[in-house]
């Protein structure tokens, strides 16, 4: 019985230490949830890169057509005092 328990120890230790498949499946499919969450948050961080850019570029834009609008305004104003 102990020689028993001694060689299912020593394939216990062995089997993990050399990653047998049957000791670690478990790690595989960790490892393959972990690659799959990664994959979806740079998909995610790259989508909100684009929108960032959008974001400056309407930006932009509201900023140019507040000065053109003022400018607009403005000449208006001074042409109906005239």
Same mark, same amino acid.
């Given at each position: 019985?102990? !020689?028993?328990?001694? +060689? &299912?120890?020593? &394939?216990a230790? &062995?089997?993990?230490?050399? *990653?047998?498949s049957?000791? *670690? @499946? /478990?790690? $595989? @499919?960790?490892?393959? !949830? !972990?690659?799959?969450?990664? $994959?979806?948050? %740079? $998909?995610? $961080?790259? @989508? *909100?890169? /684009?929108? =960032?850019? #959008? #974001? #400056?570029?309407?930006? +932009?834009? #509201?900023?140019?057509? &507040?000065?053109? =609008?003022?400018?607009? =305004?403005?000449?208006? !104003?001074?042409?109906?005092? %005239?």
């Amino acid at each position: 019985m102990k !020689r028993f328990i001694l +060689v &299912l120890l020593a &394939l216990a230790i &062995l089997g993990t230490t050399s *990653n047998a498949s049957w000791f *670690n @499946k /478990g790690e $595989q @499919k960790e490892k393959e !949830r !972990r690659e799959y969450a990664e $994959q979806q948050l %740079a $998909q995610a $961080q790259h @989508k *909100n890169d /684009g929108l =960032g850019i #959008v #974001v #400056v570029v309407l930006s +932009v834009g #509201v900023v140019i057509s &507040l000065a053109v =609008g003022a400018a607009i =305004g403005s000449k208006t !104003r001074k042409d109906a005092k %005239a």
